[in-house]
Each structure stands twice: as structure tokens, then as C-alpha cells.
């Protein structure tokens, strides 16, 4: 019996496609510009540069940021469009005029777009700016070799709770109580609701809780955006939470303040790390390395502690920090990373005297 002719060209495209994307993802590494593809499937038309693949998924970086995960057995057509490049900012503002309707207010600079309330974006962005010229600065200083931005990264605000929630939800993002924002690698967008329309409060233009929460999710968005973190696959989480701990502090993020260590110190997650220390267990950073459980166990104490180990690392260790940080950005992101590959990666990069350097850890952090 002869095989379904649909069937038949189905099999076929599946077995190319992967092909196709291995000759681009070949000549990207070669040194040529991205091409912008598409892929269609029954239900659905992604177009993208390819930024990884597997045999069996195709990872796309649409025009506008986003990340697309496509299962090649579904592809049923492939083409090559053009040389790819990113949206500009008159394209991305007009996506976000389309997505969100013309009643919001887009305000924008080289490095951020804003997309929130009447009377409102004008001062999410300036924190932002803050928040951008002082990243730079800060690790420009410490050597670290840092990407610039492709495009604006988008914020987008909300004026109440309610919106937020329903917004978050279309993310298959679980809104807690306590939630006032996020940054999603997928989509590379800041979302947020906007406290003073409720509460009346303000500070420099914005609620304090949600200043804070901007700057904390800015931090993740640039980090992910200038090779510090990979979008594209697995991070430990002790290393995305600590760099956005760090930047908590206010002294970090002013140029004069930063100069001094006392002021570069997050207070906050110091109290919390010296009251944690007594029920901490012992030579704990190998566990804590290798491990997101305290996470999901202990959120604050999690938090204190990769506070503590990132502030460390950046004050006595920049250097091998650094080369770190890129060793893990640049793996595969289709390979699982093991708890044993990241304890070997961190022994690689810090040593493997574990007493010494929890000795000297803790040594550090007594002396704050």
C-alpha cells in the first residue's frame, strides 16, 4: 500500500527543515548577518532569526524581541525572507499601539519603551534611564564585557491590579497577592501595574513599592539583554536573583555613592543574611550553588543568600565572576543543566576548596 501523499510531504518537510536550519545556524556562526525566516505550521505562521535548535524544536527571536519555541514535526513549510533585523523604534511603538489600543501614552528613549497610563510613562522612564546609565557604569568599571541593546526594551504599565492579573495570565503567569510586577524572558517585556492610581502615594513619579520593583525587574531585563544571563536556557537562579539584589542598593546606583562598599551594601538582605546565619547550615554554598530548592522552600532566605554570594563575587572576584557569568550564558539551550555540571562550573571558576572559600565568604560578609 502506497504511504498518504499529505503524510508523505509532511515526513519530508520535517526531515529538511531541521537540515535548512543547521546551514543557517552554520553560517550565523561563520560570521553572516541572521536571515529572517519563517516557519508555518496548520495552526500557525512564526517568523524569526534563528537563535537555537534541536532535532525536534526550532527557537526563533521575532523582529520585535519575543521568543518563539516551534516544534519542527509540525512544519509544514519553510522559507528564507530577508537579512534580519530588528523592529525600529517608530515599528515597535506602532505593535504597541496595535496591542494595546490608542488611549495609551508610549514614551521612549534609546533604551526603553514605556507603554502605560496618560500622564504616567514619562516617569517610569526616567528611572529606567537611572537605572540603564548606572548598569552600564557599574560593570564597564569592573571590566565585564557587556552587549548593547538591539532594540528598546519594552515596560509595559498598567493602570490597576485587575488589568495586570488578566495580562499575566496570557504570560501562564500566576499572580500572587504580593506580586507587582515581572520581567518574562519569553516575551522581554517589563510588566507592572501602576500603585498611585489606588493608593495616591508618589516618589520621584512613582509608588515606592513599585520604584523598587521597577528597578529590580529592569535589572533582570537588562541583564538578559547585555550577556549576563541567557534568554535561551537554563540559568541558576541564585545568579539572576542575586545581580538584581545587588542593585537594590541606592548607593550602587549612583556614581558618587558607589565609590564606597558600605554604600554599595543591599542593608535590607545584609540584616536578613546575618539573622539567617543561625540556622544556616554549615559549608551550605555547594548545596546552595548546585540547587534552586531553597527557593522554593525559603524565598527570603534564598534571597539573602544570593544576595550575599553575588555582592561577594562582584567585590573580591570580578574577574572570574565575569568569565563565569559568559560560561554560562553561551551553553546549549536545549541541554539540561545538572546539578552536578553546575557544582563542577562554580568549582571550575571559584576553586575547589570548598572550607577556604566558605571561609573567606563569611569572613567578608562578618566584616560588612
Known amino acids: 500500500m502506497f504511504p498518504n501523499f499529505v503524510n508523505t510531504r509532511s515526513v519530508i518537510v520535517w526531515f529538511l527543515v531541521p537540515i535548512a536550519l543547521l546551514c543557517l545556524a552554520c553560517s550565523v556562526r561563520a560570521g553572516t548577518k541572521p536571515a529572517l525566516i519563517e516557519l508555518n505550521t496548520k495552526s500557525a505562521t512564526y517568523q524569526g532569526r534563528l537563535v537555537g535548535k534541536d532535532s525536534r524544536t526550532a527557537l526563533l527571536m521575532n523582529r520585535a524581541g519575543q521568543l518563539d519555541y516551534v516544534d519542527?514535526?509540525?512544519?509544514?513549510?519553510?522559507?528564507?525572507?530577508?537579512?534580519?533585523?530588528?523592529?525600529?523604534?517608530v515599528?515597535?511603538?506602532?505593535?504597541l499601539q496595535r496591542e494595546f489600543g490608542k488611549d495609551v501614552e508610549i514614551s521612549s528613549e534609546r533604551s526603553f519603551m514605556v507603554c502605560g497610563p496618560e500622564g504616567r510613562t514619562k516617569a517610569y522612564?526616567?528611572?529606567?534611564?537611572?537605572?540603564?546609565?548606572?548598569?552600564?557604569?557599574?560593570?564597564?568599571?569592573?571590566?565585564?564585557?557587556?552587549?548593547?541593546l538591539e532594540t528598546p526594551l519594552v515596560v509595559v504599565v498598567f493602570p490597576n491590579r485587575s488589568e495586570f492579573v488578566k495580562y499575566g495570565a496570557t504570560d501562564d503567569v500566576r499572580v500572587s497577592n504580593s506580586l507587582i510586577g515581572y520581567y518574562l524572558p519569553k516575551t522581554n517585556r517589563i510588566a507592572l501595574y501602576d500603585e498611585e492610581s489606588s493608593s495616591g502615594t508618589r516618589v520621584s513619579g512613582t509608588g515606592m513599592d513599585t520604584r523598587d520593583t521597577l528597578i529590580h525587574e529592569a535589572t533582570h531585563q537588562l541583564a538578559f539583554n547585555m550577556g549576563l544571563h541567557t534568554r535561551y536556557g537554563e540559568n541558576p537562579q541564585w545568579i539572576v536573583e542575586g545581580l538584581a539584589t545587588v542593585f537594590e542598593a541606592p548607593g550602587i546606583r549612583s556614581s558618587a555613592g558607589g565609590r564606597d562598599i558600605e554604600n554599595r551594601i543591599n542593608a535590607d538582605r545584609l540584616r536578613w543574611f546575618q539573622d539567617y546565619l543561625r540556622r544556616r547550615p554549615k559549608d551550605f554554598?555547594?548545596?546552595?550553588?548546585?540547587?534552586?530548592?531553597?527557593?522554593?522552600?525559603?524565598?527570603l532566605d534564598a534571597y539573602a543568600?544570593?544576595?550575599?554570594?553575588?555582592?561577594?563575587?562582584l567585590e573580591t572576584r570580578p574577574v572570574a565572576y565575569a568569565r563565569y557569568l559568559k560560561q554560562i550564558a553561551d551553553r546549549d539551550p536545549f541541554t539540561r543543566?545538572?546539578?552536578?555540571?553546575?557544582?563542577?562550573?562554580?568549582?571550575?571558576?571559584?576553586?575547589k576548596n570548598a572550607t577556604m572559600f566558605e571561609a573567606d565568604y563569611l569572613r567578608f560578609l562578618q566584616k560588612l
Do not use: C
Not at 519553510?78 to 537579512?83: G, I, K, S, V, Y
Open 285 to 299: 554554598v555547594e548545596k546552595f550553588v548546585s540547587s534552586d530548592q531553597l527557593f522554593k522552600t525559603s524565598a
Open 337 to 351: 543543566y545538572s546539578s552536578e555540571e553546575r557544582l563542577e562550573d562554580f568549582r571550575a571558576a571559584f576553586g
Open 305 to 313: 543568600e544570593a544576595w550575599a554570594l553575588s555582592f561577594y563575587l
Open 72 to 89: 519542527l514535526r509540525r512544519v509544514t513549510s519553510f522559507r528564507q525572507l530577508a537579512p534580519f533585523r530588528p523592529y525600529s523604534s
Open 91 to 95: 515599528e515597535l511603538r506602532d505593535q
Open 125 to 148: 522612564l526616567k528611572v529606567l534611564k537611572e537605572v540603564h546609565s548606572n548598569f552600564r557604569r557599574f560593570f564597564h568599571t569592573r571590566g565585564f564585557d557587556i552587549d548593547d
